[in-house]
Structure formats: structure tokens, C-alpha cells
């Protein structure tokens, strides 16, 4: 007769007279358990349930972790141990979800730059410039916000950073969020078949793990800001979330994305001064949004062709062979949007906004939360741009306005030269709009720089 010993180290069978301690078979000894030399059992003298019983490990024992296991010792230190046990197991299953999905068709001899490249992909980051067209939004209103209100250049210094990072980590996420919403759609356009989710090099389940630690690092970003700014920002979550579903069901896509992508305009002046101008914030925010159509609509006549296969929508498509006329009216919106709020953003005109001497209560938190996410009524609003057109007065600004003169000329080449036709043209005058942003912040920064010396 033959006794098989089932999944103890794959011993196979072994004769009935012969029964091995688990010692013997290399079981690991936990934390009270008594050693037992190797010896042999007479089973005709030794019944086999009088034999000691090894009390199976449980399931969710882990060999390295098994001395602070409460399975196996009962002292009160391990007690303590049990939470950074569950802890480390559950940052290893991210971990794993992250760099091969759960999924054990992944190969072990991939290298680290292989595992993390889709998710370099899916977040862009091999593309920058969807992050400087994020980014440099924000600096029109940091520099404008910090010569008008005279902040510190140590303050302006840190909004930068804190604004940059920003931007990399959330143009990041809202590029996963809208590779998830369009995984299926990208498979049938040429360029975008490629992507890690559409070609099948990451799953939905990666990607959503991913998003939540992009998020996560966002939230800890905007946490550095003022309460008025935190939850201020907070509120552009929905257009990054709801931007990828309009291309199914309007033609202007683009004008949602130029709201998402530009909400730094408002939140620069707000890190800075702990509310909204609406004279400055509400021309540069609307600037900055026909900026956006202008580039982006350059940027969709790459796809336009599938886009019309697929039934994706676009400006590019509802313009048709009048977009250089309409992209012209959009680029003078914005030179003439942002001229309006370099003009209502004079020295030090409200210097003593930006100082906050206290640390905020909690019913000025409440009241910051409240104000931020109450829009502006319509009268208000007009209000606004009335005074902000009014008031203009550029003589604090004349690099700014050298800049924007440079801009002006820039846009026109861009509009003038493009070739809607070619791809790869329409994804060089797509990019050169960084170009357009730089001239334009330099401009600002010379003149904050001139306005610290008087």
C-alpha cells in the first residue's frame, strides 16, 4: 500500500512503513515549534492520529513575513507588526498591478525601463509639450497676479514650481484618463492605435491603478496652495473627466479642453492673492481659451480623415476649408484678450490683498470653499470686463507688449504657413505654440522684474 503525501515539497509517494517529519522536508519552523530529529515511524506500533498535527499556514502567510506572523506567535510585539505587514503586502500588489498588471504572462526578464515604458506613453511624458501648453497658462496669471498684487520674487519662485509639477503630474492623468474613455475609439485612428491601452500593452485595470496614484500626487500638490485655491482647483476635475466624452456627441471639443487645460489662468492669481480679480483673471481666461482652439483645431486636422471614419467630432471637421479664417479670429481674441489684462494689472495696485497675517479658521475655510465653487452672476461678470476695458492701462507692461506684438506675428505665420493637409506639419506649428507661450511669459517676467526695481 502507498501513501501520497499531496504538496509537501513534491516528495511523491512514499512507502507505508516510512512517514517523514516535515522537518525533513525542508518545512520552514515558526516562532515555538519544538525541533525534531529526522526519524522513522513504525506504522504498525504508531496510529496515524496520534502522530502530532501540523497546523497548515494560512493563506495569506508570507514566507518572508512569517516571523511577525500572529498565526505563529502569539507575543504582543507581533501584535504591532500585523498593520506594516498588511501594509507592505497591499504597496507589493500595487506594485505588481502597476508593472505587470496581476498578470502572469508578463515576462520576468524584462528590465525596469521596459516595464515603466506604457506608462510612460500613456502619460506622455516622452511628449512635453502637452505639458508646457498646461503650464504656461498658469505663468501669465502667476506673473501678472505677482506684479500686481508685488508679491516676493521668493513666492513667485515657489507658485513656479509648485505649478510645474502640477501640470506634470495632471496633464499626466487627464492623458490616462482619456486613453481609458477612448481605448476602443483610438484602435481605429492611424496615430493613436499605438497607444498602450488601445494596442493592449497595458489594461484598463493598469491604468486605473496608475490614474489613482497620479491623483493621489496631484492632491498632494494642490494641498500646498491656499485653502481658496485648493478647492478652487479642485473643481476643474470635472471638465478633465467629462473632455473626452464630448468628442462623441458636440464638434467643439476643443473649447471644453481649452476650459480644463486653462483653468491655471484663474488659479495662478488665486495662489498668489487668495481670490479672484476678475478684471485680470476673466480676459486672460478667455484669451487662453481661444489660444487653445487655435492650436488644438491645428492639432486635430492630423486626424481628420479617421476622425470622419470614426464618428469623432471636432472643430477641425465643423470648420472645414474656412479654418484659417476662423483660426485667425480666434488668435486675435487672444492677443486682444490678453492685452485687456496686462492692462488692468498695474504695480502694486493691491499689494496689501496678498497678505494673509493669520492662519485661515475653520469658517473662513468653509467660506473659501463656498465663494470657490459659487460662479460669478452674470452681471458681475459684465461688470467686470466693462471696468477691465475701461481701465486699461498698459504703460507698466511695455515688454509685455513687445512680447505680445512678437506673439501677434507668430500666430500669423503659423495660421498663414500651416498645411491642414499634412500631418506632420500640422504637429510642427502644434508644437511651435510653446514658442508663443514663452514669448509671451518673458515678456510679463521683464516687466515684474522692472516693477521690483521702482
Do not use: E
Given at each position: 500500500m502507498l501513501l501520497r503525501i499531496v504538496g509537501l515539497g513534491g516528495r511523491g509517494p512514499l512507502k507505508s512503513r516510512q512517514l517523514l517529519h516535515p522537518e525533513c522536508l525542508h518545512l520552514p519552523r515558526f516562532a515555538g515549534a519544538a525541533h525534531v530529529p529526522f526519524r522513522t515511524i513504525n506504522s504498525t506500533?504508531?496510529?496515524?492520529?496520534?502522530?502530532?498535527?501540523i497546523q497548515a499556514p494560512s493563506p495569506f502567510q508570507h514566507p518572508d513575513l512569517r516571523a511577525v506572523s500572529p498565526v505563529w506567535s502569539s507575543s504582543s510585539s507581533t501584535k504591532s507588526s500585523c498593520a506594516s505587514v498588511v501594509l507592505r503586502r497591499c504597496v507589493r500588489w500595487w506594485a505588481s498591478q502597476v508593472s505587470t498588471g496581476g498578470s502572469s504572462s508578463s515576462s520576468s526578464s524584462q528590465t525596469f525601463a521596459q516595464r515603466i515604458r506604457p506608462y510612460v506613453e500613456l502619460?506622455?511624458?516622452?511628449?512635453?509639450?502637452?505639458?508646457?501648453?498646461?503650464?504656461?497658462?498658469?505663468?501669465?496669471?502667476?506673473?501678472?497676479?505677482?506684479?500686481?498684487?508685488?508679491?516676493?520674487?521668493?513666492?513667485?519662485?515657489?507658485?513656479?514650481?509648485?505649478?510645474?509639477?502640477?501640470?506634470?503630474?495632471m496633464r499626466g492623468a487627464g492623458c490616462t484618463i482619456n486613453d481609458m474613455w477612448d481605448r476602443k475609439l483610438d484602435q481605429g485612428v492611424e496615430r493613436t492605435r499605438s497607444r498602450p491601452i488601445?494596442?493592449?500593452?497595458?489594461?484598463?485595470?493598469?491604468?486605473?491603478?496608475?490614474?489613482?496614484?497620479?491623483?493621489?500626487?496631484?492632491?498632494?500638490?494642490?494641498?500646498?496652495?491656499?485653502w481658496y485655491s485648493i478647492f478652487f482647483g479642485a473643481t476643474s476635475l470635472g471638465l478633465v473627466i467629462v473632455y473626452p466624452?464630448?468628442?462623441?456627441?458636440?464638434?467643439?471639443?476643443?473649447?471644453?479642453?481649452?476650459?480644463?487645460?486653462?483653468?491655471?489662468?484663474?488659479l495662478g492669481y488665486a495662489a498668489l492673492g487668495g481670490h479672484l480679480h476678475l478684471p485680470i483673471v476673466l480676459p486672460l481666461y478667455a484669451g487662453t481659451?481661444?489660444?487653445?482652439?487655435?492650436?488644438?483645431?491645428?492639432?486635430?486636422?492630423?486626424?481628420a480623415k479617421d476622425d470622419l471614419a470614426t464618428g469623432i467630432k471636432s472643430t477641425a471637421l465643423l470648420f472645414g476649408d474656412k479654418t484659417k479664417p476662423i483660426l485667425s479670429l480666434f488668435g486675435t481674441c487672444f492677443v486682444g484678450s490678453t492685452a485687456v489684462a496686462m492692462g488692468n494689472a498695474s504695480s502694486g495696485a493691491a499689494a496689501a490683498a496678498a497678505a494673509q497675517a493669520l492662519p485661515p479658521s475653520a469658517s473662513e475655510i468653509l467660506a473659501a470653499a463656498k465663494q470657490a465653487w459659487s460662479l460669478p452672476a452674470p452681471s458681475t461678470i459684465v461688470e467686470a470686463l466693462s471696468?477691465?476695458?475701461?481701465?486699461?492701462?498698459?504703460?507698466?507692461?511695455?515688454?509685455?507688449c513687445a512680447a505680445l506684438g512678437a506673439v501677434a506675428a507668430h500666430l500669423y505665420w503659423q495660421i498663414k504657413t500651416v498645411d491642414l493637409a499634412d500631418r506632420a506639419?500640422?504637429?510642427?506649428?502644434?508644437?511651435?505654440?510653446?514658442?508663443?507661450?514663452?514669448?509671451?511669459?518673458?515678456?510679463?517676467?521683464?516687466?515684474?522684474?522692472?516693477?521690483?526695481?521702482?
Open positions: 506500533h504508531t496510529s496515524i492520529r496520534s502522530r502530532p498535527r502619460a506622455r511624458y516622452d511628449k512635453p509639450i502637452g505639458t508646457w501648453l498646461l503650464f504656461l497658462p498658469c505663468t501669465f496669471s502667476l506673473t501678472l497676479a505677482a506684479q500686481h498684487l508685488a508679491a516676493s520674487p521668493a513666492q513667485v519662485l515657489a507658485c513656479y514650481a509648485i505649478f510645474g509639477t502640477g501640470a506634470l503630474v488601445a494596442s493592449g500593452a497595458l489594461t484598463p485595470m493598469n491604468a486605473l491603478v496608475f490614474l489613482s496614484g497620479q491623483l493621489s500626487l496631484g492632491l498632494a500638490v494642490l494641498l500646498q496652495l491656499n466624452l464630448m468628442k462623441r456627441i458636440t464638434h467643439w471639443p476643443q473649447l471644453v479642453l481649452g476650459l480644463a487645460f486653462n483653468w491655471g489662468s484663474l481659451v481661444c489660444w487653445t482652439i487655435l492650436y488644438d483645431t491645428i492639432y486635430a486636422h492630423q486626424d471696468t477691465a476695458v475701461s481701465s486699461i492701462d498698459l504703460s507698466a507692461h511695455p515688454a509685455g506639419d500640422c504637429w510642427s506649428k502644434f508644437r511651435s505654440n510653446r514658442d508663443v507661450g514663452l514669448l509671451l511669459w518673458f515678456g510679463l517676467a521683464v516687466d515684474y522684474a522692472i516693477s521690483l526695481m521702482w
